[in-house]
Each structure stands twice: as structure tokens, then as C-alpha cells.
T-cell receptor, first 114, second 114 residues
Framework: AQTVTQSQPEMSVQEAETVTLSCTYDTSESDYYLFWYKQPPSRQMILVIRQEAYKQQNATENRFSVNFQKAAKSFSLKISDSQLGDAAMYFCACTTSGTYKYIFGTGTRLKVLA | EAQVTQNPRYLITVTGKKLTVTCSQNMNHEYMSWYRQDPGLGLRQIYYSMNVEVTDKGDVPEGYKVSRKEKRNFPLILESPSPNQTSLYFC?????????????FGDGTRLSIL
């Protein structure tokens, strides 16, 4: 069975600083995909970044990057130069080509301090 | 505009009164899915559909039904709602079931069952 664990219910970061959100996962499949979604107070779900398991290179999208450690089954999100608009709930998620199910973590609430 | 549309956005109803939450996408996506979001539990998948007439259970299917008679629509049916189904519900779609395609989410339906 797939599992996704986010062990940090809440994190804070000073504006312009860098913060890392943790995520670990478990799956027996070899073909899988990992995602980070952002949910601001408007409750929309917004894709931040995704990573294919077969790619060794860490994905990057502007100020957002991941540290994908496949052997450790770890998929952390780094936000650089944090902005007030980054304040949101962040969810880590995993899906596999075998099951087509999506499993989400319990989320990390990020506060950005001015 | 490409979008996933859910209706209603908010609903307060009583135990046992059948209700349907509609979901429609205009992107010709094959894969559609329903999630519920509860505090501390993240998003949990209820049902998903890989194409017309092809549906399967997610992690929390009890008390829900779905159908996929047309590619664009994927309604969620609560035949006899109970208070433990009070939650925030999201519909999502993606081009295909493989995870290399990101999911597009609707704006959510806040459901309260008294």
C-alpha cells in the first residue's frame, strides 16, 4: 500500500528566507510520480511542482525546488526567498502507474512572517 | 477557459436526504477523481474514473456512489448522507490516468450534514 507522511503540521519562515517542508512516502511500485500542491486560504488546490521517480535530477520551478532522495523515499520542498503569498497549506502527494490512485499527506501549514 | 466546475459550492442538508454533487470538466480529460478533505487528515480519494464507464474505489468509498456516463461529467452521489460525511469535497481531472499529467482541481464543495 502507498503511504505519504508529512511530519510537520506547521512551519514558519521569515519573509525572504528559505524554508524546507518534509515529505516521506512508501510504495512498492517502481513507476511513480510525486507532487507538491499548495492550498491558500481561498482553498484552491494549485500544483507547485512534480517529480517523476525515474528522473534523477531534482525538479525546479522558479523559487521552488525539491530534494528527491529515492533510496530514502524522501521528497522535500524547498522554498527560497519566501514571500507573503507563499503562506498556505502544502500537501505532498504520490501516484503510481500501476494503481492510478492518489495518496496525499496530511499537509503542512506554512506561515510567512513579515 | 479550461476548468473543473463543481456544484454546489456550499450545501447544508439533513441526514438521509439523498444529494448529488456535480462535477464537469471542459478539457476532454480521461481521468477524474473525487476527494474529501478533513482537518488533520489531508485529502483522501473517494472514487476515481479512468474513462467513460470505468470507475474504481479510492481509500474512502463507503457511503458514496459515482457514475461516468459521459467523459466530461463525474457526479458524486450520497444516497443516505450522515454527519460523518460533513467535509470539503474536491473534484479533479487530468489528461490521462498516468501521473505524469497534473490534476486540475475544482473550487471545492463545502458539505454540512446535520
Amino acid at each position: 500500500a502507498q503511504t505519504v507522511t508529512q511530519s510537520q503540521p506547521e512551519m514558519s519562515v521569515q519573509e525572504a528566507e528559505t524554508v524546507t517542508l518534509s515529505c516521506t512516502y512508501d510504495t512498492s511500485e517502481s513507476d511513480y510520480y510525486l507532487f507538491w500542491y499548495k492550498q491558500p486560504p481561498s482553498r484552491q488546490m494549485i500544483l507547485v511542482i512534480r517529480q517523476e521517480a525515474y528522473k534523477q535530477q531534482n525538479a525546479t520551478e522558479n523559487r521552488f525546488s525539491v530534494n528527491f532522495q529515492k533510496a530514502a523515499k524522501s521528497f522535500s520542498l524547498k522554498i527560497s526567498d519566501s514571500q507573503l503569498g507563499d503562506a498556505a497549506m502544502y500537501f505532498c502527494a504520490c501516484t503510481t502507474s500501476g494503481t492510478y490512485k492518489y495518496i496525499f499527506g496530511t499537509g503542512t501549514r506554512l506561515k510567512v512572517l513579515a | 477557459e479550461a476548468q473543473v466546475t463543481q456544484n454546489p459550492r456550499y450545501l447544508i442538508t439533513v441526514t438521509g436526504k439523498k444529494l448529488t454533487v456535480t462535477c464537469s470538466q471542459n478539457m476532454n480529460h480521461e481521468y477524474m477523481s473525487w476527494y474529501r478533505q478533513d482537518p488533520g487528515l489531508g485529502l483522501r480519494q473517494i472514487y476515481y474514473s479512468m474513462n467513460v464507464e470505468v470507475t474504481d474505489k479510492g481509500d474512502v468509498p463507503e457511503g458514496y456512489k459515482v457514475s461516468r456516463k459521459e467523459k466530461r461529467n463525474f457526479p458524486l452521489i450520497l444516497e443516505s448522507p450522515s454527519p460523518n460525511q460533513t467535509s470539503l469535497y474536491f473534484c479533479a481531472s487530468s489528461y490521462e490516468a498516468r501521473g505524469n499529467q497534473p490534476q486540475h482541481f475544482g473550487d471545492g464543495t463545502r458539505l454540512s450534514i446535520l
